[in-house]
């Protein structure tokens, strides 16, 4: 079957949809035709598949473009570059993001990619044009990481992190890090605090905690919306963490005092969706009553609302060298 038979049987452009992270999305998949990937992560919505270093076959960059303008309009918050698969295997990425980037108007580009190939100067090089950029880092333990993320035999973790380091030094568009937890795997606390001191050394607008929200490739679990929250407190309390993934999850909610608002809201700053999962009635209503005061306020994270003590507005991370 050719590229053009596969096109005209698979959407190029999907959505738009409404995301709560990114806003009105509109998708490109850069493999319309069948999952092309450097990994074969065991959380992946698609099914299992051999891992490829690049893509067998590709659609052009004028097919893109004229799928895309039947679709776009100013109602677009962003135009999100994905694929069945690893969307920085394109071989055209950069001519790509240079022809969006002319017919874009004020609508923001961006790509999900697993980081893998940011080693490929070409790529990096492309990603620094996007406005923003969202990267994937699940695992710093080479084993866990090969354990979750299956990669093809050509990707090193150690690789990974010197480059997402290098690219968040040079990016000036949003930079966002998604962590997929996996039940068993890589919720432990030792490599949470692997985890930890890596994101340290990353100038990130926001840092995703997610688990499989959708049925995955392999037989493994997700933790729970709790357990997630009691994984992001495991973290440096500035490092800009928010937890993503809430679909399915039932709310648990707790008094709490005000001090222990506080406290909570100090090492881990909440969305109003956090809150409301955690806090009882009355609780929610001291969260308002110290927001009126001025005791709590509202910070945006790269598009997300987050609560968090205003005494922290001025709190500044140390970061170390590497």
């Given amino acids: ?44 919505e698609l099914a299992p598949s051999a891992t490829v270093a690049q893509q067998l076959q590709s659609i052009s960059v004028t097919q893109i ?20 698969g690893e969307p920085t295997l394109y071989p055209y990425l950069n001519e790509l993001i240079e022809a969006l980037n002319t017919i874009k108007g004020n609508t923001q580009i961006l790509i999900l990619s697993n980081s893998a ?38 990707v090193k973790i150690d690789t990974i992190i010197t480059k997402l380091q290098q690219f968040s030094k040079d990016f000036q568009g949003k930079l966002f890090i998604e962590i997929l937890f996996v039940k068993g795997l890589n919720d432990t606390k030792e490599e949470i605090a692997k985890l930890n001191e890596v994101l340290c050394s990353i100038d990130a607008t926001r840092i995703d905690l997610g688990t499989i929200d959708r049925p995955p490739a392999y037989p493994v679990e997700a933790i729970s919306y709790e357990e997630l929250h009691q994984l992001a407190q495991l973290f440096e309390s500035t490092l800009p963490v928010h937890i993503a993934s809430r679909k399915g999850t ?8 005000d001090e222990e608002i506080l406290n909570t ?22 969260v308002q009553e110290m927001f009126n005061k001025g005791i709590i306020t509202r910070k945006q994270m790269g598009s997300v609302d987050f609560f968090i003590p205003t005494n922290n507005l001025n709190r500044k991370r140390l970061k170390p060298t590497f």
């Fill in 65 to 84: 473009i004229e799928a895309l303008q039947q679709h776009l309009d100013d109602k677009i918050d962003v135009i999100t570059l994905t694929a069945n």
């Fill in 1 to 44: 079957m050719s590229v053009t038979e596969l096109v005209e049987k698979n959407n190029i452009i999907f959505g738009p949809i409404n995301s709560r992270r990114f806003g009105v999305s509109l998708g490109i998949d850069l493999s319309p035709g069948f999952k092309q990937c450097n990994f074969d992560c065991l959380y992946c």
């Fill in 117 to 154: 190939t940011l080693h490929d100067d070409k790529v990096y090089q492309a990603l620094l044009k996007l406005d923003q950029v969202k990267l994937s880092l699940d695992a710093v333990s080479a084993d866990i990481f090969k354990k979750i993320d299956r990669p093809h035999s050509s």
């Fill in 265 to 286: 809201l100090d090492k881990r700053p909440l969305t109003l969706e956090d809150i409301e999962l955690l806090f009882d009635k009355k609780s929610q209503q001291r």
């Fill in 250 to 257: 039932l709310p648990t909610p707790q008094s709490y005092t």
